[in-house]
T-cell receptor
Framework: SQTIHQWPATLVQPVGSPLSLECTVE??????LYWYRQAAGRGLQLLFY??????ISSEVPQNLSASRPQDRQFILSSKKLLLSDSGFYLC??????????FGPGTRLTVT | AQSVTQLGSHVSVSEGALVLLRCNYS??????LFWYVQYPNQGLQLLLK??????LVKGINGFEAEFKKSETSFHLTKPSAHMSDAAEYFC????????????FGSGTQLTVLP
């Protein structure tokens, strides 16, 4: 069966520090991968998606970037965090079907 | 462009009462529709989906939803609320394509009162 992992689960970082969040999917190949952000009390905002290795599409101009160095690995990064980057970051995948399957999320607090 | 509107950001029901969470969508092509549930500090879990075929779809935990094309709606219901149903619920729509992106509604927080 397929499993999606995210780490770390929680992170507290100062303003101006770098960021790296990792997402890994097991049990499938060539999935579409997605990064979402959920700010406090708000819905989901799609940040990036990828349909293959090295292929990244950005939905919202921002302080963040994404990379897909391997088929089942998706990384979210920032060179310098802002206070507004705080939130709950969710990774998701799908393959042949249209529903997406979500990871457990990373709670990021920028101080 | 597609969009999803969830009417009511907060809904409260008594335990044992009917749960009705409303979702309306706009889409230029036949949509694929989904309901997800999110418990605090967790990821989203798929409750049910509509792609093609029967317009009344059943999901996990006793939930069901009906696709009404004429009303562009996909409301979520459960006959009898349980305390464990308290969570946030998201409606989503996909227009397919290779990217298979989802557009989410803003969510409805369901409170179940004892």
């Amino acid at each position: 069966s397929q499993t999606i992992h995210q780490w770390p689960a929680t992170l507290v970082q100062p303003v101006g520090s770098p960021l790296s969040l990792e997402c890994t999917v097991e049990g499938t190949s060539n999935p579409n991968l997605y990064w979402y952000r959920q700010a406090a009390g708000r819905g989901l905002q799609l940040l990036f998606y990828s349909v293959g290795i090295g292929q990244i599409s950005s939905e919202v101009p921002q302080n963040l970037s994404a990379s897909r160095p391997q088929d089942r690995q998706f990384i979210l990064s920032s060179k310098k965090l802002l206070l507004s980057d705080s939130g709950f970051y969710l990774c998701a995948w799908n393959r042949a079907a249209y529903e997406q399957y979500f990871g457990p999320g990373t709670r990021l607090t920028v101080t | 462009a597609q969009s999803v509107t969830q009417l009511g950001s907060h809904v409260s029901v008594s335990e044992g009462a009917l749960v009705l969470l409303r979702c309306n969508y706009s889409s230029s092509v036949p949509p694929y529709l989904f309901w997800y549930v999110q418990y605090p500090n967790q990821g989203l879990q798929l409750l049910l989906k509509y792609t093609t075929g029967a317009t009344l779809v059943k999901g996990i935990n006793g939930f069901e939803a009906e696709f009404k094309k004429s009303e562009t709606s996909f409301h979520l219901t459960k006959p009898s609320a349980h305390m464990s149903d308290a969570a946030e619920y998201f409606c989503a729509v996909s227009q397919g394509g290779s990217a298979r992106q989802l557009t989410f509604g803003s969510g409805t927080q369901l409170t179940v009162l004892p």
